[in-house]
């Protein structure tokens, strides 16, 4: 089976980047729906369109794209055996944060499907850079390798 995964690594590295890319969009998109979404009134048309709007994007684009980056991306550290790599370590950590991340986003999402939203615009601009740290030093990571 690592045979497989070594023998295929260009197709599982090509999947595993869509998915992540798709993934990160949704990501950085989630918290800017909710900016605008705090400025609307709760049960007006625009409330409502933003509701619908949340659902789909994490229905339809992040939780695919994350089931799907996990999967080829344990595929690919199979077949490239990095498990025993620090900076392999490091990389891990930083996607189960992401996903921790992503299930904040989903909570906060279903707060805003039952018109129960706790947080600020101030709170969602600020929570809109944590994807983007996240990536940054994933990125760095995977590309220098750090040991």
Same mark, same amino acid.
């Given at each position: ?7 295929? !690594? !260009?197709?599982? &590295? @090509? ?6 890319? @798709?993934?990160?969009? =949704?990501? &950085? ?6 900016? !605008?979404?705090?400025? *609307?009134?709760?049960? @007006?048309?625009?409330? /409502?369109?933003?509701?619908?709007? $949340?659902?789909?994007l ?9 089931? &799907?980056a996990?999967?080829?991306g ?18 891990? *950590? ?5 996903? =921790?991340?992503? =299930?904040? *986003? @989903? ?8 018109? $129960?939203n706790?947080?600020? $615009? ?6 809109? /850079?944590?994807?983007?740290? &996240?990536?940054?030093?994933?990125v760095? *990571? ?6």
């Amino acid at each position: 089976m690592i045979a497989f995964f070594a023998e295929n !690594y !260009y197709w599982l &590295l @090509s999947f595993h980047l869509i998915a992540v890319i @798709s993934w990160m969009a =949704g990501m &950085l998109y989630m918290p800017r729906l909710f900016v !605008y979404h705090t400025r *609307l009134e709760v049960g @007006s048309d625009a409330y /409502e369109m933003f509701k619908e709007m $949340e659902y789909k994007l994490i229905r339809i684009i992040i939780n695919p794209a994350m089931i &799907l980056a996990w999967i080829f991306g344990i595929c690919m550290a199979f077949g490239q055996e990095l498990w025993a790599d620090q900076w392999f370590h490091l990389k891990f *950590l930083m996607v189960m944060i992401m996903s =921790g991340f992503h =299930g904040f *986003l @989903s909570r906060w999402r279903r707060q805003f499907a039952r018109d $129960e939203n706790t947080h600020s $615009e101030k709170f969602y601009r600020m929570v809109n /850079e944590i994807p983007t740290l &996240l990536m940054i030093t994933v990125v760095f *990571l995977v590309i220098m390798k750090p040991s």
